[in-house]
């Protein structure tokens, strides 16, 4: 075995042991070891990148293990009575879609989302207002679940989606009125406290699942962070169609 060999060899079993194992090499057997490696990475650098990329792949596989485990001990909290359905409401795959209506992300991934429910007519698109970026996002989120009392979810989401995220009251009756609701009605709606309750469940339940930001989906039992390309959530839906997610 070459002396690199043998020094790769001693820190995957550091690894594998963790700090106990790190104390039981000797001050010699420490010393043998970080010449090798230095030595190794003057001669091939791709070592290094090498290294850099299995780290970053173990940890990207850590964040989808521990999702998954988040999205499994919260299966019960994450269909509730409520929630504004899109889609077809019997699909056979549901996506789950934590939303702030003034993030520039949820905005990049609305019409790829939109596009991909359209096209596949057996998805449930499930919205859960996570008003993460401020008062003013409270108040869209508020703005939002009021205008479903009057049927408009949908055209007010779509309307604060597309438009400024400088949100104010102004703007909310403006809205309102351009797009036909009851702006004289949706103010005193706006602060009902099951409104509040609504966006708490949602914070506390973003926070169990792990989410730090949006937005952030989840389809089967993967919690997918960002606005992905429409290929990874074809491949998500067809994972979740399989059963193995």
């Known amino acids: 075995m070459t002396r690199l060999g043998r020094a790769l060899l001693l820190v995957g079993g550091l690894c594998a042991a963790g700090p106990a194992m790190a ?129 408009g979810y949908e055209k007010m989401r779509e309307a604060l989606m597309k438009g400024s995220p400088d949100i104010t009251m102004a703007s909310i009756q403006s809205e309102a009125k351009r797009l036909g609701l009851d702006s004289e009605r949706l103010t005193p709606d706006m602060d009902d406290p099951e409104i509040r309750a609504r966006i708490d469940a949602n914070m506390a339940l973003a926070q169990v699942l792990g989410i730090q930001g949006t937005p952030a989906l989840v389809i089967g039992n993967e919690l997918i962070p960002g606005a992905v390309p429409v290929e990874e959530l074809r491949r998500a839906v067809a994972t979740a169609r399989a059963g193995k997610g």
């Open 23 to 151: 104390q039981g090499f000797t001050a010699q057997q420490r010393a043998e070891i970080v010449t090798i490696l230095r030595e190794a990475l003057k001669n091939d650098p791709s070592i290094l990148q090498d290294a850099i990329d299995a780290l970053r792949n173990y940890e990207a596989q850590r964040e989808q293990e521990a999702g998954r485990a988040a999205v499994a001990n919260a299966r019960e909290h994450l269909l509730v009575p409520g929630d504004q359905v899109a889609g077809n409401p019997n699909g056979d795959v549901t996506i789950i879609e934590f939303y702030d209506v003034r993030c520039g992300y949820c905005k990049r991934l609305e019409p790829v989302l939109t596009r991909y429910v359209a096209d596949d007519r057996n998805i449930r698109r499930i919205y859960k207002e996570l008003p993460i970026l401020g008062p003013a996002s409270v108040l869209g989120a508020r703005a939002v679940l009021a205008a479903r009392k009057q049927g």
